[in-house]
């Protein structure tokens, strides 16, 4: 049974740093795209981060590029997601995802975790 299982949401001051992370299970990943999605509330779901498992590329929306910063850790089978310089309008529930065919897409991603509460207080 494949599972992903985020940890590491809480509240921040803005300014502040979090560290978000997926441990997965079940099943290989090495062929797969992992991504953190966000949503806010009354807001459609979006992407904030790709990495491919077996590689080094990478994307980041244009609203956290220079500020959060995503990886895997292949030993833990975990996907963490370094956030700083927090803003209020990072606040958002985030989702970790898993895709073969990876991309911006929320509807292509096959596996999803139950998410996590980011709040970023002003």
């Known amino acids: 049974q494949v599972q992903l299982v985020e940890s590491g949401g809480g509240l921040v001051q803005a300014g502040g740093s979090l560290r978000l992370s997926c441990a997965a299970s079940?099943?290989?990943?090495?062929?797969?795209?992992m991504a953190w999605f966000r949503q806010a509330p009354g807001k459609e779901r979006e992407t904030v981060a790709i990495?491919?498992?077996?590689?080094?590329?990478?994307y980041y929306a244009d609203f956290v590029k220079g500020r959060f910063t995503i990886s895997r850790d292949g030993a833990n089978n975990t996907v963490l997601l370094q956030m700083n310089s927090l803003k209020p309008e990072d606040t958002a529930v985030y989702y970790c995802?898993?895709?073969?065919?990876?991309?911006?897409?929320?509807?292509?991603?096959?596996?999803w975790g139950q998410g996590t509460q980011v709040t970023v207080s002003s």
């Open positions: 995802a898993a895709s073969i065919a990876g991309g911006l897409d929320p509807s292509k991603y096959d596996y």
């Open positions: 990495i491919r498992w077996n590689g080094h590329n990478s």
């Open positions: 079940g099943r290989t990943f090495s062929n797969y795209a």
